[in-house]
């Protein structure tokens, strides 16, 4: 039984990881930003990182010290709300959104493109594509052992390639100059790009992918909890490293591509027309590839951790069997189409970051508290109450009325009222549990 792993090791984990988060996510939200921000990028960007980066690093440490599965740090709020949280987050980043799409995203970029000019039934491209890429991600999937090879040393040197050289190129000869801001970014800026990070999901991804980054580990014959949890930070160090420059670099293409090609709808649309301009129409087909690949090794990662997770759960059926089933549910709802499966995106995101950073914080200041359940159920109550609304404001559910009733809540009106009315929790369950001698807990890697 191996202590720990030589640099070399850690470092091509890290770039799996990497792999796993970056998806479409990673680089189309950035970019748009970049464009409305203009010269308030960088304290956008600030905000954007707290909750696109920064966290997934915190993420990673909690699951860590809580016992590395989501279940067990949500299982410190209660045996039931562990197992549905942990069941709503899987589905939400596996077969019901992210799988469907991801792999819709890369239709629309890699493939639409070169089929628009012809008179083709779309939808029936649409469903031959998602048949074979899905097809080739549950191949992938098969064999988790070999994720670090085919993910952290050959996928992912392939589209940092490609990558890099557009990133260079940008910064060699800048598209423009960057503009003045528009809206939403003219006020409260660090805040808008706070909540704009929520957008990347890597914050619930690294909650999904850490059984599957355990198993990794496991596999290099490091299996004492104390040394995983050490290889899984280290490694996590060099993963956030990766995503905060990506993130930086692609928001500088946009803030500096308006000139250039304009305003785009998307981030998706402004990578392409970016790429065309600084490398003509092999730019287009750069990006393709990028997106191509990007969204390959998403799906692999979700659909794995997925699978991993229900096998777990529900040993009846074995982890290849999950991942038939999985790929199924995907295959059917990528084939509703990308417009409706992002109308779900926002609500969702909305209920469950708020849930997720809440336990982030809580496993960290753990000892604070004695670990009191109390704590964690008052805490949970708050942020949960209030995510709850803004998910509703979100999916267009009675707004005016949440607007106006909760008005008096610091920060509601911002999208960050849950951390006031979190706080009031945490605090109410802190009395209750000192008036009633509750029992300490300490953290599952403690025990």
Request: proline letters at 3%; aromatic letters at 12%; charged letters at 10%.
């Amino acid at each position: 039984m191996k202590k720990s792993l030589p640099f070399s090791r850690i470092f091509v984990i890290g770039l799996m990881l990497l792999s796993m988060f970056l998806g479409a996510g990673n680089i189309i939200f950035a970019p748009k930003l970049g464009q409305l921000a203009g010269t308030n990028t960088w304290v956008a960007m600030i905000g954007f990182l707290i909750t696109g980066v920064g966290l997934v690093l915190l993420a990673i440490i909690s699951l860590a010290i809580s016992g590395g599965t989501v279940e067990k740090l949500a299982g410190l709020v209660g045996k039931k709300f562990g197992i549905i949280f942990s069941v709503l987050l899987f589905l939400t980043l596996g077969p019901i959104y992210v799988i469907p799409r991801t792999t819709s995203v890369v239709y629309e970029v890699s493939i639409l493109p070169s089929i628009s000019s012809f008179n083709m039934n779309t939808s029936i491209i649409l469903f031959i594509f998602s048949v074979i890429f899905i097809a080739l991600t549950v191949w992938l999937s098969m064999t988790p052992g070999k994720f670090v090879d085919r993910l952290g040393r050959i996928i992912t040197p392939v589209f940092g390639g490609l990558l890099v050289i557009l990133i260079v190129k940008s910064f060699i000869t800048p598209m423009g100059s960057i503009g003045a801001p528009q809206e939403p970014y003219l006020d409260n800026i660090f805040l808008k790009g706070f909540v704009e990070g929520y957008y990347t999901m890597d914050v619930l991804a690294a909650f999904v992918f850490g059984g599957i980054f355990i198993k990794a580990i496991a596999n290099e014959g490091i299996t004492a909890k104390k040394d995983v949890s050490t290889t899984f930070i280290k490694a996590g160090i060099i993963t956030v490293v990766g995503l905060a420059l990506l993130q930086l670099s692609m928001a500088w293409i946009g803030a500096t591509s308006v000139d250039a090609i304009g305003m785009g709808e998307n981030g998706g649309e402004i990578l392409a027309w970016s790429s065309k301009q600084l490398f003509g129409n092999i730019g287009l087909l750069m990006i393709g590839t990028v997106v191509f690949l990007t969204g390959i090794t998403t799906n692999i990662a979700c659909l794995s951790s997925v699978a991993e997770y229900f096998e777990r759960q529900f040993p009846r059926y074995t982890y290849k069997q999950w991942i038939y089933i999985l790929a199924f549910g995907s295959l059917v709802i990528t084939n509703f189409g990308l417009a409706t499966i992002l109308e779900l995106a926002s609500p969702v995101l909305l209920l469950l970051y708020p849930i997720a950073i809440a336990l982030i914080v809580l496993s960290f200041t753990h000892k604070a508290f004695n670990g009191y359940q109390a704590v964690y159920v008052g805490t949970i109550t708050g942020v949960g109450f209030v995510a709850v609304l803004d998910a509703l404001k979100e999916a267009g559910i009675a707004v005016n009325f949440i607007d106006q009733t909760f008005a008096f809540i610091p920060l509601f009106a911002n999208g960050a009222g849950w951390i006031t009315t979190g706080l009031i929790g945490a605090v109410i369950g802190l009395i209750y549990a000192k008036m009633k001698s509750a029992e300490e807990r300490a953290l599952p890697i403690e025990g």
